[in-house]
């Protein structure tokens, strides 16, 4: 716990070597997934004291980091990572089921990771704006120079400034996004582990099996109403909103294309020219995803399989 404070918030902070801040970085990110794993485990253990002491030390520190940003984002960010695996350990002793116990977690991760990002997102986005500039100023001569046509250069400047704008555009949803998935492989993880030990008895899905909550289309819904109805501010919220929802319905729906495969027991060399097929689709192929998993959140096409895996 003090090694993720120390070196997220103050190596990582006063470090300009490049090479070293990757490899720091690297290192932090599965720091933070062990975090996620240990602290849930105390907490299904009821190690209450270790788990408090522990806490009072990452906060403590946080203080003793000079820069007043450092350590409100420290606080933000290891609240996610406390609030997400207590509720994660404790809340798994008396509910079986997994999906209530992620979700619970992951509304804990998504305030604290709102809180950490919220006040520096519009400097986030007015760099990557800057740096945008810069990139397609280089790209102006460098391409000519490349050897390529002048109706080519601007065609792919086209594309560029266009992929640029949208990620500016979706950068909230990114950065919460970013500590989503830390969350949820930390809480796979964490079952994983607890399964092997068999301290839990009811194994983890598989992959063919997951789908979306049939009640998140109302959050849909609420995401499209803003989008239609709000000012540009309500409709930026609204536009993230869903764009963070569908990396969930593209995985669900990969999910419901990989049962399919299964089915037709194609083999594995067939399989992989499908994906790799998909994957140069591009943004086609993950729209596709997202609305098979939007449909099968509704009409369920593994019905009888989810049953029969919820009644074992």
């Known amino acids: 716990m003090v090694l993720f404070a120390v070196l997220e918030y103050g190596v990582i902070q006063q470090t300009e070597k490049v090479k070293f801040l990757f490899l720091i970085s ?97 400097m986030l986005i007015n760099s990557f704006n800057s740096n945008t500039v810069d990139i397609l100023s280089s790209l102006r001569t460098s391409l000519p120079a490349a050897g390529y046509s002048t109706d080519e250069a601007a065609t792919m400047m086209d594309s560029i400034t266009n992929g640029m704008a949208l990620t500016a555009y979706i950068i909230p949803a990114l950065t919460l996004l970013s500590s989503v998935m830390q969350y949820s492989i930390g809480f796979l993880i964490f079952l994983y582990i607890l399964i092997r030990k068999r301290e839990l008895i009811k194994p983890i899905a598989s992959f063919k099996m997951w789908k979306m909550p049939y009640y ?68 086609i192929g993950y729209i596709a995803f997202v609305l098979l998993g939007f449909v099968d959140s509704f009409k369920d096409f593994r019905k009888i399989e989810l049953l029969s895996l919820q009644s074992k």
């Open 26 to 122: 690297g290192f932090v990110y599965f720091l933070k997934l062990y975090l996620y794993y240990g602290t849930a485990y105390l907490a299904f253990h009821k190690k209450t004291l270790p788990l408090a002491v522990g806490a009072v030390i990452v906060y403590t520190t946080a203080f003793l980091i000079p820069g007043d940003d450092t350590v409100w984002i420290l606080i933000a960010d290891w609240s996610a990572i406390l609030l997400g695996s207590v509720i994660m350990g404790r809340y798994l002793v008396k509910e079986a089921n997994y999906e209530r116990v992620y979700i619970a977690g992951l509304l804990a991760v998504l305030l604290c990771a709102i809180a950490m990002y919220a006040p520096h997102w519009e």
């Open 216 to 283: 998140v289309t109302g959050i849909i819904i609420v995401g499209a109403l803003l989008h239609f109805l709000g000012n540009e501010i309500v409709v930026k919220t609204g536009d993230n909103l869903l764009v963070f929802l569908s990396v969930f319905y593209a995985l669900t729906g990969l999910s419901l294309f990989e049962y399919f495969l299964s089915k037709i027991k194609l083999h594995w060399s067939m399989k992989l020219g499908m994906y790799l097929l998909l994957f140069f689709t591009a943004h």
